[in-house]
């Protein structure tokens, strides 16, 4: 299985940013879904989560800012990210879902807010 994130960039302080995971190698639509994403110097975290019905769950951080979807036909799952903060800074990674076991991780999409 190969993960390829993308869509990540510099951007300021309350601005918007789209991230996308194209997933091969396998058929994401039976899976969980989820976001993931390390800062500098810490653990890597869970950011959001979709469910292969749809059902979507998000860290308290990020909820009402960020929105998980996905494509199944496409084999590809987005992050709209709406009101970025500084803290939202890192790398951000897509996988299976919180509770899953993990596909290789990809080489994620750097994600910078500048305040």
């Known amino acids: 299985v190969q993960l390829v994130e993308s869509g990540g960039g510099l951007v300021q302080a309350g601005g918007s940013l789209r991230l996308s995971c194209a997933a091969s190698g396998t058929m994401i639509r039976w899976n969980a879904m989820g976001w993931y994403r390390q800062a500098a110097g810490k653990q890597r975290e869970w950011v959001a989560g979709?469910?292969?019905?749809?059902?979507?769950n998000y860290a308290d951080s990020v909820k009402g800012r960020f929105t998980i979807s996905r494509d199944d036909a496409k084999n590809t799952v987005y992050l709209q990210m709406d009101s970025l903060k500084p803290e939202d800074t890192g790398v951000y990674y897509c996988?299976?879902?919180?509770?899953?076991?993990?596909?290789?991780w990809g080489q994620g999409t750097q994600v910078t807010v500048s305040s």
């Open positions: 996988n299976r879902g919180i509770g899953d076991l993990k596909w290789k």
């Open positions: 979709i469910s292969a019905g749809g059902n979507t």
